[in-house]
């Protein structure tokens, strides 16, 4: 049963326009949720996260929001970049987070110029 | 200042063998951990370690095996490949005080292809 869900496999954006990637978790347990942006051939990095008690972070162009209702998050990029192209994963962990995030499949975004 | 680094970068393996992926940091952090990204399936947890001489199971632990006789090493044993085992390897760590406060930001290496044939 997978715990988060990143239902869509790719997104295409205009460069300059607003991205929105989305994310479904199913395990009320979990206290942070975080986003990792992922090139080819390289590992992960990570991008922004949010507590559970809290409903939106922002860092610069890159905005995550939470509704713990729902059991949604999604991340938002304005201005979209031609260098946001890459895979995005949804992670989130429970606890200290010792035993691991659970990640979503990803969503890989593409800019178009 | 490296940070995680990860050899061999890519593998090729016949049925059977064994062989060691190798994880090491640089950045002090006590928590190591391994991940296997497959296909369509995300990233998944095989093993994790919370200090020296402290191991335990992930997600997915069936087939491998770890240790972590110092701070900075984390290796991640195949002990007889299976096709099944192909995939990439990424090896993360990160600072205990992360992990204490809740949000466990990892630091990942660049990964391992590993085919097992």
């Known amino acids: 049963d997978q715990q988060v869900k990143q239902n869509s496999p790719s997104l295409s954006v205009q460069e300059g326009r607003i991205s929105i990637l989305n994310c479904d978790y199913t395990?009320?347990?979990?206290?942070?949720f975080l986003w990792y942006k992922k090139y080819p051939a390289e590992g992960p990095t990570f991008l922004i996260s949010?507590?559970?008690?809290?409903d939106k972070n922002e860092d610069g162009r890159f905005t995550v929001f939470l509704n713990k209702s729902a059991k949604h998050l999604s991340l938002h990029i304005v201005p979209s970049q031609p260098g946001d192209s890459a895979v995005y994963f949804c992670?989130?962990?429970?606890?200290?987070?010792?035993?691991?995030?659970?990640f979503g499949k990803g969503t890989h975004l593409i800019i178009q110029p | 200042n490296a940070g995680v680094t990860q050899t061999p970068k890519f593998q090729v393996l016949k049925t059977g063998q064994s062989m060691t992926l190798q994880c090491a940091q640089d950045m002090n952090h006590e928590y190591m951990s391994w991940y296997r990204q497959d296909p369509g399936m995300g990233l998944r947890l095989i093993h994790y370690?919370?200090?020296?001489?402290?191991?335990d199971q992930g997600e997915v632990p069936n087939g491998y095996n770890v240790s972590r006789s110092t701070t900075e090493d984390f290796p991640l044993r195949l002990l007889s490949a299976a096709p099944s085992q192909t995939s990439v390897y990424f090896c993360?760590?990160?600072?205990?005080?992360?992990?204490?406060?809740?949000?466990?930001?990892?630091?990942f290496g660049a990964g391992s292809r590993l085919t097992v044939l």
């Open positions: 993360a760590s990160s600072y205990a005080g992360q992990l204490l406060s809740g949000a466990n930001v990892l630091t």
């Open positions: 992670a989130a962990i429970t606890g200290g987070g010792a035993d691991g995030l659970t």
């Open positions: 370690s919370v200090g020296a001489g402290i191991t």
């Open positions: 395990n009320s347990m979990f206290d942070y």
């Open positions: 949010i507590s559970s008690i809290k």
